[in-house]
């Protein structure tokens, strides 16, 4: 249990940092209530579900809700816009900030253009220009995460596709503003983790976040798209356990039944976690700031010695 | 069963199947039908004399045929595979790493160490795709890892030879995440002034392509090796479309900008060599 | 003739004539054939009001357009061009000059000066396309840096608004040293932390789109704006083959991701106003 | 004169930076010994033909002569591999240095593939990598400038010329390694000063340099290409009075005749004024080059007052 041995730390060290410690101490022994019990295979396959669900907000739904002016920034200045990934400058309360999220569509004239939410290489160096764009003017950058996986299209592999995702994710490593990474629904392996590499990653509680989907696991695992809720069981996408295995930094609640319920209440929570997110980074310099991002990558992952 | 590991990408089964390595057909050339016996292949660097299809390559034998004899140190070589989610498909994670280990004689999917080419020092991290599939997991992530830091605190090159089917999907979410740790440690390696060197041999996909091995100063690629983000089988049954004959190649890759240079295996050597020299501090 | 300066682009005939300026036709919509009175277009921003073509505003209407009123404080409007090459083709450099300072009644170009919109301070470099077509010769360059220059030094964003014909080629060399001399200026701008707000309009063509146009933070064009590098009858000379029909327009390079936004003229104001509040100092 | 102000200017300081300035001092003089008299309009057409002749040495002719080894770096890791610019690697004595230059075709064939040295979006792409390569590494940039502009074409414009070129320029304001550019042929308009944004500037004494062809300036202001000798006379694109005008750092010999003449020769002596320059730039601070860089660029231009 990554994150008890994480709070028992925090616990015995001197605040020599102050309130912004004691703060990360509270935020700990929050998320640690939450994990009172591992969740079961039913609740796991719930929060795919609900993460997948028809209604669920998505990125744009909590932009109006989050932030009070926005404009949207468009195109990669290359060749495309790609409407799979939506990019813009929004104001948090008084500070202006940077937005960089998948878009899924609502209705299916919607869901053609944006693809379901699965980008293409064009979508991630929209997201390059845009992070740019927010180093330049140290305006913290807010990602939402949400995607089946980047799109496997013919063009897509001969655009780019691996290198794009790879250097989004050099790009996020490399920026001296604060990042926040928020998953809102499906956080679908590199597509998802090209912008999600943050000082802080968020997950809202009933989003999901994999290597893989359900389905493509079963069918190469168990032969057998059918065997899903099996595949979901085995690689454990839930908010709880990514919490636990210290792949995120907190879960965000939701409302009763989910954010599809109420997604005034799901944003509200959403910009509170937020908010608290970039208080702690807050007073951090930059560099050391970065340096503490990539520690924290560095440091993810189980081993063994021979 | 050992490719099992591989998520992101099915590869191609016109290519040889590399669970099957070791059988008799495992010589014999898909390009020209050609057999061969693992001596005469040896000599020529596992490239067919006929018609110069590049056979597969162990992680063991890529590191003779690239260093300087006698000048390799394996680093990091007793680094395992833990079992963070406890998982079982249709049998153990455990079972898996075990009987690929066996198989292979080899703790993971990448060997790493020191090496010096032409009596150019650099650090090596070459990946063997007989390992599950050539997957990341945790320890090829940690291990790409400490090459870099290993090679920036000796002032030297890291060279990367990868063959992967992408992400090990046994590890879940962690098996995911060594895609930024491996991209955070590159950072830190240019930070340092030292280069990273990117082979990608076949295949290089998924979740390996979408990290470090895009990300070197200069990318090289062996000839007619796939790689691409998403396979060919995964495309083709989304867009429901025909692919190109050449789709995910390097030929196409190179085409498409991706690449500096395919090199054959044959000029790897000497061309890694000549980097080396490039990117050596004078 | 006064359109004469420009080099890199032959602006699309199609468009009406802006050497006309003041005759009675200038004010017959190309889009539609309705004819208007002066009056009748300015109540209207200059757009046609049956079709909604964009006809041409001069720097100062656009000034008058865009600024609280009363705000607007003009610099370095004592800039004069000088002829460094004595250039002289079918008449002197000199006469194109003058001719144009009494037609436009402008000193050159592009006007500039400290201005506030929705209350918001910035400065602004509006160009008038009237001046030689809007060319960017030494005058125009100085006064784009001097505007970073003046925006950097009051914190405020750097508001353009683009309308040319590219290097004005009377000026030889030294016209096109203008296109590193405001992307420089533009990094130092960037540097002090403010921003450029880049609006282009028709045409923006040649060095002023290859240099500080292409480079604000965020970058607006007006619909139907002509915006290409080489202008369509050099590109249809060159490969003869026949252009799309939206060639260089704005909505193709929308579509091609050039643009962030096509803001029709009257919401330009309300566009740069919210523009200004995010990126203006908290 | 420009030049005869900035060598009375430093003739008259304090040798306060040590032997660079005089270094810098006998750089001018020997430029200003070459400038005795304004070249005459039949001598800056000779130019012209000189800088396009057949048989002039291209980037990869001089790139043979001048580098040790040498290793090309292909594509723009978006959409393809432009082969009117060529980037690489190349050891200058004992230095790596990183290479940009336009290329054009000796044959026919090669001509076509290299679209005669005139870029694509791409192309300029391709040069931004290999100028981030190089100040990753701390790499000195040479670029050799041989174009007769930046492709006037479909895909071009739709793939955003105008921009590559805008953010190539920024990209080598930006740098902080020093920078070398080298014309060599035809440094033609916004496809040439796209690469040649450089802490020196070097033009071989018959290359050109201009904002617009002699034919394109004739067409449009004579109203007939074939006045092209009159425009190039007018518009004056030769080496002096680029360097007169400040807007190059120095001319460099070429052999007698011309650099097609002996491109061993021609070669050498580029090669020359290459160390040269990279020698005056040597122990400056990178951020007071690249200060020192915008401010020679921020100066360009001749002003007069209402
Ligand atoms: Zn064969
Ligand atoms: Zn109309």
Redesign the interface.
Known sequence: MRLRERLSKLGGMKLLRGTKLSGELERLQDQLDRLRSEPTAEEIWRSVELARHQDRPYTLDYVERIFG?F???????????DPALVTG???LD???VVLVGHQKGRDLKERTKRNFGMAY??GY??AMRAMA?AD???FPLITMIDTPG?????A????????A???S??A???LSVPTIACVIGEGG??G???V??ADRVLMQEHSI????SPE??AA???RDAAEAR??AA????DAA??LE?G?IDAIVAEPEGGAHMDADAAAALLKQGILTALEELDGLDPAERRRQ??AK??A??????? | MSGQGRVDVEVESKRPDESSRGKAHANTCPGCGSHYRDEELAQTLRVCPQCAHHFPVTARDRVDQLVDPGSFVEEDSELRSADPLGFFDLRPYTERLAEAEVATGLGDAVVCGAAAIEDEGCRLAVMDFAFMGGSMGSVVGEKFARACESAAAAGVPLVSVAASGGARMQEGILALMQLPKTVCAIEELHESGSALLSVLTHPTTGGVLASYASLGDVVLAEPGALMSFAGPRVVAQTTREKLPDDFGLAESNYRFGHLDAIVPRGELRPTLARLLRLFGKA
Request: glycine share 14%; charged share 25%; net charge positive.
């Open positions: 002016e404009f949207e920034l468009h195109g990669d200045r290359g060749r495309a816009d400058l929004g104001k008084d500070n202006t290489p064009e160096r929209k764009l330049r003017h140290g980047a799109y496997p299209g013919v897509a592999e001969q655009h780019g596709q691996g290198g995702i790879a250097r994710q050099a996020m490593a490399r392996s590199g998802a983790v090209a999600a590499v976040y994999s290597v893989i493509g696991c190469i695992l168990w099996k595949a085995a690689f454990k996408p356990h990514c295995l792949v991002r990539r990558y560095r993810m992952g189980v081993l063994a010695s021979a």
